[in-house]
Nanobody
Framework: QVQLQESGPGLVKTSQTVSLTCTVS??????????FNWVRQSPGKGLEWIGY???????YYNPSLESRASISRDTSKNQFTLQLNSVTPEDTAVYYC?????????????????WGQGTQVTVSS
C-alpha cells in the first residue's frame, strides 16, 4: 500500500516561490512504472494537473504551468518536490501529490491509484 504525505508552507506572498514536498512510503519512487504527480484544486474549479516525475526521473508538465513549475526528487529520502515560481492569488488551491501507474493525467483525484490528503496553499496579494 502506497502512502503519500504532502508538506509545505500554508501561506505565501505574491511573486514568491512555493515549495511542496511529498513523502512516499510503501514503494520506492524509482519503481517501474510509477508516475508521481502534483495536482491542485481551487474552489469552484476542477482538478488541475501540474506535472509528474516518472520512475526514471524524467519530468513532464502541464503546458500552462511549465514556465513556472519544476518537479524534482530525492531518492535517498523517497520524496519528490514541486516548486512553483512567481505565484499569484490564482495559485491558491489545495495541492495533492498522487501516484499513477501510467503516463496519463486524470480529471478526478480518485482516478489516481494513490493520493495524499492534500495541503492548502494560500497566496496573499
Amino acid at each position: 500500500q502506497v502512502q503519500l504525505q504532502e508538506s509545505g508552507p500554508g501561506l505565501v506572498k505574491t511573486s514568491q516561490t512555493v515549495s511542496l514536498t511529498c513523502t512516499v512510503s510503501g514503494e520506492f519512487i524509482t519503481t517501474r512504472y510509477y508516475y508521481f504527480n502534483w495536482v491542485r484544486q481551487s474552489p469552484g474549479k476542477g482538478l488541475e494537473w501540474i506535472g509528474y516525475i516518472a520512475y526514471h526521473g524524467g519530468a513532464y508538465y502541464n503546458p500552462s504551468l511549465e514556465s513556472r513549475a519544476s518537479i524534482s526528487r530525492d531518492t535517498s529520502k523517497n520524496q519528490f518536490t514541486l516548486q512553483l515560481n512567481s505565484v499569484t492569488p490564482e495559485d491558491t488551491a489545495v495541492y495533492y501529490c498522487a501516484v499513477s501507474q501510467d503516463a496519463y493525467y486524470y480529471s478526478v483525484l480518485h482516478d489516481y491509484d494513490y493520493w495524499g490528503q492534500g495541503t492548502q496553499v494560500t497566496v496573499s496579494s
